[in-house]
């Protein structure tokens, strides 16, 4: 049973830092691009960034350039997501996914951790 579990959400002020952890079990990220989404109240899910199965070339949503890394370490079917300078309006359900088959879609996902930015 593949499962994703994230971790490391929680309550910060504008201008502080989180780091998430997302945790693979039953079936090895290595050879597999993963990604970070998040969902805020009465919005849509979007797209965070993602990180190929290299840990090369991440892709970052223009609102989270130069503030959010994304990183990964396969050994411990783990992928991070380093967030800097955060601002109220990243106050979202964050997610992690897994592209299992390779498509140009996530096929496996977590079950989202919350994070607040208070102002």
């Known amino acids: 049973q593949v499962q994703l579990v994230e971790s490391g959400g929680g309550l910060v002020q504008a201008g502080g830092s989180l780091s998430l952890s997302c945790a693979a079990s039953?079936?090895?990220?290595?050879?597999?691009?993963m990604g970070w989404f998040r969902q805020a109240p009465g919005a849509e899910r979007e797209f965070v960034v993602s990180?190929?199965?290299?840990?090369?070339?991440?892709i970052y949503a223009d609102s989270v350039k130069g503030r959010f890394t994304i990183s990964r370490d396969n050994a411990k079917n783990t992928v991070y997501l380093q967030m800097n300078s955060l601002k109220p309006e990243d106050t979202a359900v964050y997610y992690c996914?897994?592209?299992?088959?390779?498509?140009?879609?996530?096929?496996?996902w977590g079950q989202g951790t919350q994070v607040t930015v208070s102002s």
């Open positions: 996914a897994l592209n299992f088959f390779g498509r140009n879609e996530y096929d496996y």
């Open positions: 039953g079936i090895s990220i290595s050879s597999r691009s």
């Open positions: 990180i190929n199965w290299s840990g090369g070339r991440p």
